[in-house]
T-cell receptor
């Protein structure tokens, strides 16, 4: 079955520290992976997608098919990065996204 | 472009009633997905529509249904409401598929008493 697992519900780091939000998936086909973010009192929005291989707001994520992971990383966390982060798997010919349960990131000053 | 809009924003219903939620996608977007968000289950996929056709459906009972109109606006209906249906219902639109960038609406907060 298609599944996305984010093992940490809560993650707290200090400003300037590196941060890594973990995401593991299970899918037998060719996966499309995404990170969505929800800042306080804002709508859920796309942060990045694996096929674009971009760095958005200093965040990067590499798809590791061997480990079935798509961890989100940033070398130096900022207070404005505090938000809920969701990893998502696209499948079924693009007609469906399965989301993980989310990780609440808090960056302390 | 105007963002995704959802109406109403808040609803209070009692068990056994039915409810209809509405979603207006971004102009030009033809794919509309619906999600149920709860603290315990996170974001659960309900269904996805494209050009008035349901292309995918999540693991929800038949009490949950939806449709899409020719202008891409979408509605979802929940019949015979149960307490467990209390949740935030999110709608998202994208150009063609759910794996294009999805733009989310603010959600409809449904409370079932």
């Amino acid at each position: 079955a298609q599944r996305v697992t984010q093992p940490e519900k809560l993650l707290s780091v200090f400003k300037g520290a590196p941060v890594e939000l973990k995401c593991n998936y299970s899918y037998s086909g060719s996966p499309e992976l995404f990170w969505y973010v929800q800042y306080s009192r804002q709508r859920l929005q796309l942060l990045l997608r694996h096929i674009s291989r971009e760095s958005i707001k200093g965040f990067t994520a590499d798809l590791n098919k061997g480990e079935t992971s798509f961890h989100l990383k940033k070398p130096f966390a900022q207070e404005e990065d505090s938000a809920m982060y969701y990893c998502a798997l696209g499948w079924a010919s693009g007609s469906r996204l399965t989301f993980g349960e989310g990780t609440q990131l808090t960056v302390n000053p | 472009k105007a963002g995704v809009t959802q109406t109403p924003r808040y609803l209070i219903k009692t068990r056994g009633q039915q409810v209809t939620l509405s979603c207006s996608p971004i102009s030009g977007h033809r794919s509309v997905s619906w999600y149920q968000q709860t603290p315990g289950q996170g974001l659960q996929f309900l269904f996805e529509y494209f050009s008035e056709t349901q292309r995918n459906k999540g693991n929800f009972p038949g009490r949950f249904s939806g449709r899409q109109f020719s202008n891409s606006r979408s509605e979802m209906n929940v019949s015979t409401l149960e307490l467990g249906d209390s949740a935030l219902y999110l709608c998202a639109s994208s150009e063609r598929t759910a794996t294009d960038t999805q733009y989310f609406g603010p959600g409809t907060r449904l409370t079932v008493l």
